[in-house]
């Protein structure tokens, strides 16, 4: 891990004041990969990139021009997972014994997507041998701890100077997901934690917000929220926590990792997005703890 500089690891875009009490986070848009993270990988340098939720940061942009500010990782999610507990892992990656307090039975650490993660999309093993423990502890005191630190100081920040604070983890899905028991492919999916993150009132207009752009948009399914959504919403606080999966076929092509043609206007589109949700935020805030499910 040598080759990222700890203020390179991630990077808050801060907003030239921060205007609406809402705060966007980027945790799995991450491009850049330390050479000894791909000299330890079995995938080739395209291949790894299969977990990325590619340009999501870039997509929400306009945040910081609307007044949010947008926190975005630097290091890969296939490299370490911010959007889980901070020791989910797996003891047959490891060399070496993991710490009593690693939750090493969750689903996640089940199906290969731990804090150190030990597959990408597909089932795609990305190491070549095991993983010394000391650089999976190292990567979480160097990069997870102060990821989640900074986070904190945002939504803190923000609720300190609005009284309340609604954080929106922006993720990306693979293009051929679709509903169970039907062939509906969603262009976007808004999770709430079903109710528990953020209030329920919240999460509907946000839905009918991207449906008057024109999509087609689901709530929770398949994707409720991670980690992040669950940990940070706590709506009878008045810190409420969206999560928004955008189908990658909207706007790259998966197998080149191209920006497709109507990526401008996607970004476009989030703008709007924004802007109506943060105006929905201003007027009806004081109101939505109450609405919480």
């Known amino acids: 891990m040598g080759e990222v500089a700890e203020w390179d690891v991630f990077e808050v875009l801060e907003p030239a004041s921060q205007r609406i009490p809402l705060v966007f986070n980027s945790p799995h848009s991450g491009r850049y990969y330390p050479q000894s993270f791909l000299d330890q990988s079995r995938l080739d340098a395209h291949s790894i990139r299969r977990s990325e939720d590619h340009f999501v940061d870039e997509l929400f942009q306009s945040a910081t021009l609307i007044g949010a500010p947008l926190l975005r990782a630097h290091f890969p999610r296939a490299f370490l997972d911010v959007n889980r507990e901070p020791y989910e892992l797996d003891p047959r990656m490891f060399e070496g014994v993991l710490p009593p307090h690693a939750n090493i039975s969750s689903m ?81 999916i808004i999770g709430d934690r079903y109710g528990t993150s953020a209030a329920a009132e919240l999460s509907r207009f946000a839905v009918e917000l991207l449906e008057e752009l024109g999509y ?18 706590r709506p009878t606080r008045g810190l409420h926590a969206l999560q928004i999966e955008i189908n990658r076929s909207l706007y790259v092509d998966e197998a080149t990792l191209v920006k497709k043609p109507g990526f401008a206007a996607l970004a476009t589109d989030l703008a709007t997005f924004v802007t109506g949700l943060a105006r929905h935020v201003e007027d009806y805030g004081a109101y939505l703890p109450l609405a919480a499910e």
Do not use: W
Request: hydrophobic share 40%; proline share 6%.
């Open 216 to 233: 087609a948009v689901t709530r929770n399914k398949p994707y409720a929220g991670g980690f992040i959504t669950e940990h940070y919403g």
């Open 108 to 188: 996640r650490v089940a199906g290969g997507l731990g804090t150190v993660p030990r597959l990408v999309a597909e089932n795609m093993e990305i190491y070549r041998s095991r993983v010394p423990v000391e650089e999976a502890l190292a990567r979480i005191e160097s990069i997870y701890k102060p990821y989640h630190a900074a986070l904190r100081k945002l939504i803190a920040r923000t609720h300190v100077q609005f009284g309340m604070a609604v954080l929106i983890d922006c993720h990306s899905m693979p293009g051929n997901v679709h509903l169970a028991g039907s062939g509906q492919r969603p262009d976007f």
